[in-house]
């Protein structure tokens, strides 16, 4: 690709986790709204899907964009915020009035194991007590290496969980001390270790691209490292460098940052390391062996997405509970409060402390359709779309055809009657594929809110 098209594609984008993207909701969306929606879940034998938020860390990393707070090791901190939620928990199970199947559950944050092995005990208990959970489905929990303890992962494995998420961002000595996160190489790989006894079905690392002090080579040197341990999978992110919304970010020495072409050979680089050791490219920025469950939905089609990133087994509906947690059901968007402070006050009272979401529109949910066709599967078919919203692909898109046709022009996706499919190109710039489909994006200034595409 030459200087000018990269130029053109390097732009300001969504990740699509969702869509409508997060600057489309708001308060319209109410707890009241929630509650009905909750009842009437109740009465349905749709499945769930259930994520649970715990946003603690003993420490700040900071390129650290996800919703999090920094607290010392205190068992009192963990016991005060497992009131509150299992007050969330109890008022959510009351509206359902149903033992719903459980066929993902997801423990994310911030760090999920700043709890005790006692509260995570206690928490696993609570959902038993309300949900069922199949030891088949995907039970998934993100774990920080530097402070997982042999025991706690242990008694995890003995709760059910299955898959393990750790950040490892990158390996070398003067970008882990500018981001704050000193995390040597030996202590990944002895976590890696334990993972690997108690077998775990699938372990996956978190790396990120672009973060300062990252050149081409540092950054090879920490993929070759993470191959040489061999996580099932790998998500490869793009480091979000998003001040307005992450203050920490602004300690970062811009000059030290890696951008356009520079960022995007580190990519490329790192992602043609993986493809030559075994692993396969999966939708956006993840790569997983082709061994792995994962690798094989991808191939087979039926790979979803959701807010905690891709997904095998998808359900019905979505619950999230906890600070800033997301639910999705009857098409409607759900967020919680993210203040901690507010959260704890909604769920004392007894509320639902959601703040905001988004209620979809027949377009919406055709773009939403379009949008994660070509996230999930790099293409679109226009026999499945006319089949699932009864439209012919090109009418309903008429206004898009500027779009498709420039992506053509730049070797982004090829077009027939039958399908839209990405290249291999495309694939690096699925994003801005993506963002010509995002009706609320046709007011370009839209774009400040979001993390650059590459
Ligand atoms: C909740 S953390 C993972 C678990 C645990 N807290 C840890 O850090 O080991 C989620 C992941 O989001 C990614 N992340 C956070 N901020 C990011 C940013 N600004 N840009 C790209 N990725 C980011 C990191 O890779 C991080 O591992
Ligand atoms: S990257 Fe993980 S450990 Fe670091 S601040 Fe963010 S959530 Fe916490």
Redo the contacts with the bound molecule.
């Keep these: 690709m030459d200087k000018n098209t990269l130029q053109k594609y390097d732009i300001a984008g969504p990740r699509y986790t969702s869509y409508p993207t997060a600057p489309q909701w708001s308060a319209d969306v109410t707890g009241e709204m929630y509650a009905s929606a909750l009842t009437r879940f109740g009465q349905n034998d749709k499945t769930l899907s259930l994520y649970i938020h715990i946003p603690f860390?003993e420490q700040?990393?900071y390129f650290?964009a996800?919703n999090?707070v920094i607290r010392a090791k205190d068992e009192k901190v963990g016991d005060e915020f497992l009131d509150h939620l299992f007050k969330e928990i109890d008022r959510v199970a009351k509206l359902i009035r149903q033992r719903k199947l459980i066929r993902q559950l997801h423990l994310g944050?911030?760090?999920p194991t700043y709890l005790s092995e006692i509260q995570i005990e206690r928490l696993f208990s609570k959902i038993q007590s309300v949900f069922d959970i199949d030891p088949g489905d995907e039970i998934a929990i993100e774990i920080?290496p530097r402070t997982v303890t042999q025991n706690k992962l242990k008694v995890l494995r003995r709760l059910g969980f299955n898959r393990i998420s750790m950040?490892v961002q990158d390996f070398d000595a003067k970008v882990q001390d500018d981001i704050n996160?000193i995390q040597p190489y030996e202590q990944v790989a002895q976590v890696h270790q334990w993972c690997r006894e108690l077998k775990f079905e699938s372990v996956n690392y978190d790396l990120i691209y672009g973060l300062p002090y990252q050149t081409r080579d540092t950054f090879k040197k920490t993929v070759d490292l993470v191959m040489g341990l061999r996580p099932d999978r790998i998500a490869l992110y793009s480091f979000a460098y998003v001040p307005w919304l992450s203050k920490p970010q602004n300690k970062f020495n811009l000059d030290a940052i890696a951008v356009h072409d520079e960022k995007l050979d580190i990519f490329i680089q790192s992602r043609e390391n993986l493809l030559a050791h075994g692993y396969q490219a999966i939708a956006m920025d993840h790569f997983a062996l082709t061994t792995d469950a994962m690798a094989r939905a991808f191939n087979e089609g039926s790979l979803h997405r959701n807010f905690m990133g891709y997904t095998l087994k998808p359900a019905d509906e979505y619950i999230g509970v906890g600070p800033s947690a997301i639910g999705y059901i009857e098409n409607t968007y759900f967020q919680n409060t993210k203040i901690l402070p507010e959260y704890y006050e909604q769920t004392a009272q007894g509320r639902l402390p959601i703040e905001r979401g988004k209620q979809l529109s027949r377009d919406d949910q055709i773009r939403q359709w379009v949008i994660n066709s070509l996230m999930c599967r790099f293409k679109v078919d226009k026999q499945l779309f006319f089949d699932t919203f009864g439209y012919e692909f090109e009418d309903y898109f008429l206004e898009e055809g500027r779009h498709l046709h420039d992506c053509i022009e730049d070797g982004l996706i090829n077009e027939n009657s039958q399908r839209i499919q990405v290249t291999d190109l495309g694939k690096i710039f699925i994003r801005n594929v993506c963002m010509g489909f995002d009706y609320y994006l046709k007011d370009k200034n839209g774009q400040k809110r979001f993390s650059r595409t590459v």
């Design positions: 860390c700040l990393c650290c996800c999090k944050g911030g760090t920080d950040g996160r």
